[in-house]
């Protein structure tokens, strides 16, 4: 049991684990978090932790271990090569994905890097329910076109269709039609689609995909890292799998893709990565890559403890009570978020809750960065750290022309494991704060702006003087600096 109801009736997610170690915060008064936002460039990945309270930037390689991962890290097996550590990681891959070989690589994007050097040749195309940051990089750094074929709902921000990652069937024929099976490097499939939400995709659009794209001879690539939140969503909301085991629908998952990479930084509660396939062939194709940029065969730049980590992390994501914590809690977070009427993406997804900045701060241009600017005022009225996921996040067109993202997000990752409920309870508060003074708020332009993956590093400024505006109207409101 994990979702309990009251006697008063309303039901809320509850934690099948305790804390045994636990990691002191610092709430900052808001003129030091004004101080520190000017300082990162109005660019939450460049403050720095000391400075945040509740870190909800990301749930990549800061989710919380269990005992007994922190237990098989000290059993790891350090040798360069034929580790012992490697050979548990790689049986255990084995058992959940039920494919052959395993590439290891450091983390998810350097995965990324070698498909991508492996299949797309320039002018090719790679075909997606979704692009993600790093890995449109890496394609288009080869010469490739990412092709995006989600359902149209997966766009609309709120929507009561469970399934918002989902293919666009129909389009994916006429892709195949209008440009020719050939020019498609790969179909990649992003399993709970990270910039949509955190969107799962259903089993049976899965094996639709899957279908289409062996009847034509295009490799079918999934994209792993956030199969945990999927499954669990395949499980709730798909009647089909309703009695399924987790496991059994890992292994039906797997059994329609050809190739399967994943950031166990994610995915497995540790931190490195990896790619999987059950085809000798391509394995072969892949496999002097690793050496050459992640490192030997058995650890390709994991550290033996992080393996030692992930397996287990693993055979925990085949326990729904232990993936179901994320999802139930961000759904709890969405829940309250739109009881007091700020606009959020639902149905609720996996990674964290997403406010939709388009509408929060429906009088910020898209061209001055609603989302950028959104996260900014919500670190400043409450330490909380979330991540800009919108204009922002895209890159330029080679001719220098900026694309305006589909949607303006602002991310509120739930790392697994890591918070309570009375700190969701605090950030939903003062984002309420927020949207009760967003006119206050206003956008944010570039000082430095970076080339390649600008969201990491760029610095920008507030356009006027907005933040002093709102630091005074939280004294005033609050009556104190916390
Ligand atoms: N694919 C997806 C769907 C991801 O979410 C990520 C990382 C990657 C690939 C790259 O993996 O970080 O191990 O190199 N997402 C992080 C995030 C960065 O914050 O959403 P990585």
């Not at 498609?184 to 279908?211: D, Y």
């Not at 050459?292 to 729904?320: H, K, N, P, Q, W």
Request: negative net charge; glycine residues 8%; contains cysteine.
């Amino acid at each position: 049991m994990s979702k309990v109801t009251y006697f008063s009736g309303e039901s809320f997610p509850l934690e099948m684990h305790k804390v045994r170690i636990i990691q002191k915060l610092t709430l900052l008064p808001i003129e030091e978090r004004l101080r520190a936002v000017e300082e990162a460039g109005y660019n939450t990945f460049l403050l720095q932790n000391k400075d945040v309270f509740l870190d909800m930037l990301t749930d990549s390689g800061v989710n919380a271990m269990s005992d007994r991962q922190q237990a098989a890290m000290l059993t790891a097996d350090d040798a360069y090569a034929g580790s012992e550590t490697f050979t548990r990681l790689h049986a255990k891959l084995s058992e959940v994905f039920g494919m052959k070989y395993f590439l290891p690589t450091h983390q998810g994007r350097a995965a990324e890097h070698i498909l991508a050097r492996g299949f797309v040749k320039p002018g090719q195309i790679v075909a997606t329910n979704y692009h993600f940051t790093t890995t449109k990089a890496h394609i288009t750094a080869q010469g490739g076109e990412v092709v995006e074929l989600i359902e149209p709902s997966g766009l609309s921000v709120t929507s009561d269709e469970p399934f918002k990652g989902n293919v666009d069937i129909d389009a994916l024929t006429n892709l195949i039609n209008e440009r020719g099976a050939e020019n498609i490097a790969f179909f990649r499939v992003e399993t709970g689609t990270n910039l949509v939400g955190g969107q799962p995709h259903s089993l049976s659009n899965l094996r639709a995909v899957s279908h289409i794209c062996r009847r034509h001879g295009i490799p079918l690539v999934m994209d792993a890292s956030l199969l945990a939140d999927n499954l669990y969503f395949i499980k709730t909301r798909e009647p089909e799998c309703a009695d399924w085991s987790v496991a059994d629908i890992w292994l039906a998952i797997s059994q329609l893709c050809d190739i399967i990479y994943f950031s166990a930084r994610k995915l497995g509660f540790g931190r490195g990565g990896g790619i999987v396939t059950d085809d000798l062939k391509i394995y072969e194709s892949l496999r002097a890559w690793v050496p050459m940029f992640e490192g030997f065969l058995t650890y390709g730049g994991m550290s033996v403890r992080e393996m030692e980590a992930i397996t287990i992390g693993l055979d925990e994501t085949l326990d729904e009570d232990m993936i179901n914590q994320g999802p139930l809690f961000i759904a709890h977070f969405v829940d309250e978020m739109e009881r007091r009427g700020i606009p959020v993406v639902t149905p609720a997804g996996g990674l964290g809750a997403h406010v939709d900045a388009m509408r929060f701060l429906d009088h910020v241009d898209q061209r001055q960065y609603p989302s950028g600017a959104l996260a900014a005022a919500v670190y400043l009225a409450s330490g909380v750290r979330g991540m800009e996921r919108g204009t922002l996040s895209e890159q330029r067109e080679p001719d220098g022309t900026e694309p305006l993202a589909h949607m303006e997000l602002l991310r509120l990752a739930l790392p697994r494991r890591v918070f309570t409920l009375s700190q969701v309870q605090y950030a939903t508060d003062r984002i309420h704060w927020v949207y009760a003074n967003r006119r206050i708020v206003g956008g944010l332009e570039w000082v430095e702006e970076p080339e390649i993956l600008r969201f990491f590093y760029g610095r920008l400024r507030a356009v006027g003087d907005w933040q002093h505006a709102l630091v005074a109207k939280f004294r005033e409101d609050f009556g104190s600096s916390l």
